[in-house]
């Protein structure tokens, strides 16, 4: 057990770009979570998968925003046009039992 | 919608003190309760929960927590905090939104400083 894998963990990007972060799940676990954590903030939670359909998604996820678990196995997350209010932590997060989700180290997104 | 409010942003404290995090919610169904940690720079680590049975719970790294249910409370307590606490600590929320889905809800989090 490696534990959740999130990468890149930073990321620069101009606003206007694209970017693209990647979730390595614990690999039994069939349950993924997206969450965004602002400066000062807990995290707030963006979109949920089981295995690889997703199911729910918050208000806080624009049209920019797009998540992807192919094969119920890694995840995606795309923002597209970035913009600066989109600075802030990705958090990616599984579980296998409903209760017990485990964190990845988080991917810091910086938009200049 | 449930919600989570972690009454004190900072708690500064000196090393082998106890220390007390205050955690209250608002919900009008049965909760899971949890304590998550995150030290710089990194994710959140489970530090315990709450599901049902014995309202005190008992965590990781010597740290336990109360479930009040008439004062919808779940502060987390250490008797002897070492240098190597000092983190940010979140409460949070289990909150059923349909079908599988038990997202987190979390409150705004409380800066730990165990302090030579």
């Known amino acids: 057990d490696t534990g959740v894998s999130q990468d890149p963990r930073h990321k620069i990007t101009k606003r206007g770009q694209n970017v693209t972060f990647r979730c390595d799940p614990i690999?039994?676990?069939?349950?993924l979570y997206w969450y965004r954590q602002t400066l000062g903030q807990g995290p707030e939670f963006l979109t949920y998968?089981?295995?690889?359909?997703?199911?729910?998604k918050s208000r806080l996820l624009s049209d920019r925003f797009s998540a992807e678990r192919p094969k119920g196995s890694f995840s995606t997350l795309e923002i597209q046009r970035t913009e600066q209010g989109d600075s802030a932590m990705y958090l990616c997060?599984?579980?296998?039992?409903?209760?017990?989700?485990?964190f990845g180290p988080g991917t810091r997104l910086t938009v200049t | 919608a449930q919600s989570v409010t972690q009454l004190d942003s900072q708690v500064p404290v000196f090393e082998e003190a106890p220390v007390e995090l205050r955690c209250n919610y608002s919900s009008s169904v049965s909760v899971y309760l949890f304590w998550y940690v995150q030290y710089p720079n990194q994710g959140l680590q489970l530090l315990l929960k709450y599901l049902s049975g014995s309202t005190l719970v008992k965590g990781i790294n010597g740290f336990e927590a109360e479930f009040n249910k008439s004062q919808t409370s779940f502060h987390l307590r250490k008797p002897s905090v070492h240098i190597s606490d000092t983190a940010e600590y979140f409460c949070a929320v289990s909150e059923w939104s349909g079908g599988s889905n038990y997202k987190l809800t979390f409150g705004k989090g409380t800066l730990l400083t165990v302090n030579p």
């Open positions: 997060a599984s579980s296998f039992i409903p209760f017990e989700q485990y």
């Open positions: 690999s039994e676990h069939n349950r």
């Open positions: 998968f089981q295995n690889e359909a997703q199911l729910e």
